[in-house]
Nanobody, 124 residues
């Protein structure tokens, strides 16, 4: 059973940085993609970024390109989301999720396993 545990959320001022972690267990992730999603207050969940584990291919939502970076540590089975230049509109619950992949295209949907989420608040 795949399990995902997010951490690293908190309160940060606009312009600040946070690094979220997603610790994965219960599987071999060489043919998986790991994605970060977020649900802003009173809004729908949206795609943020994703990485294909063994290819290290990445993709980002336009709203975070140039500010957020997704990476993975194979030894730790952990995926990180480095968030810089944070804005109030980045406030949300952030979730990581995994799904199998069969191509080198980074998926934005179809994720099967989800973590419990971590809260990020950007406010002065």
């Amino acid at each position: 059973q795949v399990q995902l545990v997010e951490s690293g959320g908190g309160l940060v001022q606009p312009g600040g940085s946070l690094r979220l972690s997603c610790a994965a267990s219960g599987g071999a992730f060489s043919n998986y993609a790991v994605g970060w999603f977020r649900r802003p207050p009173a809004a729908e969940r949206e795609f943020v970024a994703a990485i294909i584990w063994n290819l290290r291919s990445t993709d980002y939502a336009d709203s975070v390109k140039g500010r957020f970076t997704i990476s993975r540590d194979n030894a730790e089975s952990t995926v990180y989301l480095q968030m810089n230049s944070l804005k109030p509109e980045d406030t949300a619950v952030y979730y990581c999720a995994v799904r199998r992949v069969t191509t080198d295209r980074v998926p934005w949907s179809g994720y099967a396993y989800w973590g419990q989420g971590t809260h990020v608040t950007v406010s002065s």
